[in-house]
């Protein structure tokens, strides 16, 4: 299990003071850390959960970080979704917490079927690493409150099976119930599926996306924006949007 270690948080969000999000370390995981980070930088406590334990340490909001859990032996994700922390995140998904898959996360809550489709092979089979482009298609959800629809962020993203499909009727399902959370723009890297980046339950307080968003939350370290090189932080928005959802929740 890797320790997350305590850093330097910014200034919490008023009103949500005591708020408790929970991170998971699954074998692979490679970006827990930075998730934790992301956690602190918009205000909340971050408490490292691993796999192997039933209890979610009464958390209020759940993040699956990005990685390789268990190597992405069978399919990404396919093993991860035994785990018993698991159990208890479909438990508390399935009763209204809010949870964020980012990457090999995303790829874990369609194998647990919080998430409809699945993730396969990028199209051209090769690893991406890039700096993407999105537009915001729900601004609605636990995750994206902070957003508006329409908006264009940018966000690092880094897969090899980052290919989002559904069959037909799925897709139309969630475009008509505006399901599709977020859009690759400009260039899909992948191949998804009517160039679909990101996507929630119908109740809204689960999103899976494939860009890693605590990889965009401080000035120096995110992608490049208006302000210049590595000043990209529209990845935070995420974080503090959750906050939010749980002050009006």
Known sequence: ??????????????????????????????????????????????????????????????????????????????????????????????????????????????EAHLLPGSMVKNDHLHFVCREQSMIVENARTAWTNEFRRGQQIKIPLKNQDGQFVADERTLDELEGEGRVVFRYDGWNPNGSRRDIAGITNDRGNVVGLMPHPEHAVEPGFGPASAEGPRSGVDGLAFFTSVLSSLVHA
């Open 1 to 110: 299990m890797s320790a997350i270690e305590p850093t330097p948080a910014a200034a919490p969000v008023p009103g949500i003071n005591g708020a408790r999000i929970g991170v998971i370390t699954f074998p692979g995981t490679l970006d827990d850390r930075d998730a934790a980070r992301a956690v602190r930088l918009a205000g909340a406590e971050a408490v490292s959960l691993w796999h192997a334990d039933a209890s979610l340490q009464d958390v209020d909001a759940v993040v699956l970080p990005g990685g390789f859990s268990y190597g992405d032996y069978l399919r990404a994700g396919a093993i991860s979704r035994f785990a018993p922390a698991m159990t208890a995140v479909v438990d508390a998904a399935n009763g209204g917490m809010p949870v964020l898959g980012i990457c090999n996360g995303f790829q874990v809550l369609t």
